[in-house]
Each structure stands twice: as structure tokens, then as C-alpha cells.
């Protein structure tokens, strides 16, 4: 039965390359959220998809970052141009239905540095 | 809009002694109440969560919390800490009616000293 996975666990880019970040979600969950966790900080909601759909991207910055979900595969988060201060952990979490009362189950993360 | 506050960044504790790690929220309307723990180099595990009924909630590992409406406050406690209690606690609200993104305090990390 396994969790939800993210890969790669760790990343280094240089200042302005591309990361990609990928998450599997748990069995039979359609619903991934997005987490950033910056140094010596709580985590920050980034943006939340089901199969193919945005759903709430309130938390994303405005440049540089997408986030996609496609019908096959996992849900990928995208990072252009890195920058020193994307140096950062980075949770995926999954749930079954969307709903609030419902549990989101977070993978083991992939932690970003930029050089 | 949502916010948590974990009054101690940090708590040592001796092993075996009780804890508890506090947490208040502020919203304006109602929401669920969470604590999920964070063991090192790994993800976010649930310890229990708040939805409704009675205020006293039991988790996993022998944590309890306990929801005080008035107080906006969802204090973590435990009344036996062990070794293997060391991690990054988090505690986290999200809205009863709309999306569902958790809103996180900046946690606290508990060290249990022998």
C-alpha cells in the first residue's frame, strides 16, 4: 500500500535553470496539493489540482512556478529560472474526495537548492 | 483569512515527563482543527484531527488535544514523552465550507532529552 511519492528527494540547480518536482499520489486519490517549506518556517499552501484541473492556485507566485496534473501520470511542479530563494522543501499531500474533513496524506518531499 | 500561532518554537523535555505544545488559530469563520508531526528528513504524519463532537480528541502515539472554542486554542499534549518523540510538530486548520488547503502554524520542535 503505498504512500504518497515524490521524486526526485533531492535537487540541485543553478541559479536560473529548471526544476521539475513530481508527486504520485496515494491509490485512488485524484486530489494532490502543493506545500512549500521554506527555512525555519511552517509550510505554505501553494496550489491544489484534481485530474487535469487547477483548482486553487492562491498560493503560487505569479511568475516562474505551474503546476499540472495531467489524466496520466503524476502531478508535476514547476519551477523556470530558479532562484536562490526557491531553495526550499517541497510536500506533495493527496486526499481521496477534495473534501475537508478528509485527511491529506504528504509524501516524503523533495528538497530544492539552488546554487 | 486563516492563521495559526504555536506559541514555542522550541520545547525540551526530559524523557518520560509530560508536554504540551500550544496552538491558537484566528478565523472568522469555523474550521477544522489538525496536528501532524514531522519526523527528520520526512514527510507530514497525522496525529489527529478535530472535526466535530467532543473536544477531547486521541490520536496516535499516545497524543491527545484538546479543542477550546472560546480560547481559539487546540493545545497537543502528552503525559509520557519518549525518545522516539522527537520531531517538528505542526498544528493546522482548514475552512469547514470551501477549499480545502491546510493553513499551518511555524511549528515547534519538541527534543526529549534523557
Known amino acids: 500500500n503505498a504512500g504518497v511519492m515524490q521524486n526526485p528527494r533531492h535537487l540541485v540547480r543553478r541559479r536560473g535553470q529548471e526544476a521539475r518536482l513530481r508527486c504520485s499520489p496515494m491509490k485512488g486519490h485524484s486530489h494532490v496539493y502543493w506545500y512549500r517549506q521554506l527555512p525555519e518556517e511552517g509550510l505554505k499552501f501553494m496550489v491544489y489540482l484534481q485530474k487535469e484541473n487547477i483548482i486553487d492556485e492562491s498560493g503560487m507566485p505569479k511568475e516562474r512556478f505551474s503546476a499540472e496534473f495531467p489524466k496520466e501520470g503524476p502531478s508535476i511542479l514547476r519551477i523556470q529560472q530558479v532562484v536562490r530563494g526557491d531553495s526550499a522543501a517541497y510536500f506533495c499531500?493527496?486526499?481521496?474526495?477534495?473534501?475537508?474533513?478528509?485527511?491529506?496524506?504528504f509524501g516524503p518531499g523533495t528538497r530544492l537548492t539552488v546554487l | 483569512a486563516q492563521s495559526v500561532t504555536q506559541l514555542d518554537s522550541q520545547v525540551p523535555v526530559f524523557e518520560e515527563a509530560p508536554v504540551e505544545l500550544r496552538c491558537n488559530y484566528s478565523?472568522?469563520?469555523?474550521?477544522?482543527l489538525f496536528w501532524y508531526v514531522q519526523y527528520p528528513n520526512q514527510g507530514l504524519q497525522l496525529l489527529l484531527k478535530y472535526l466535530s463532537g467532543s473536544t477531547l480528541v486521541k490520536g496516535i502515539n499516545g497524543f491527545e488535544a484538546e479543542f477550546n472554542k472560546s480560547q481559539t486554542s487546540f493545545h497537543l499534549r502528552k503525559p509520557s514523552v519518549h525518545i522516539s518523540d522527537t520531531a517538528e510538530y505542526f498544528c493546522?486548520?482548514?475552512?469547514?465550507?470551501?477549499?480545502?488547503?491546510?493553513?499551518f502554524g511555524q511549528g515547534t520542535r519538541l527534543t526529549i532529552n534523557p
Open positions: 493546522a486548520v482548514t475552512l469547514i465550507q470551501g477549499a480545502q488547503k491546510l493553513v
Open positions: 499531500a493527496s486526499s481521496p474526495r477534495g473534501e475537508t474533513t478528509d485527511t491529506q496524506y
Open positions: 478565523s472568522s469563520v469555523s474550521v477544522y
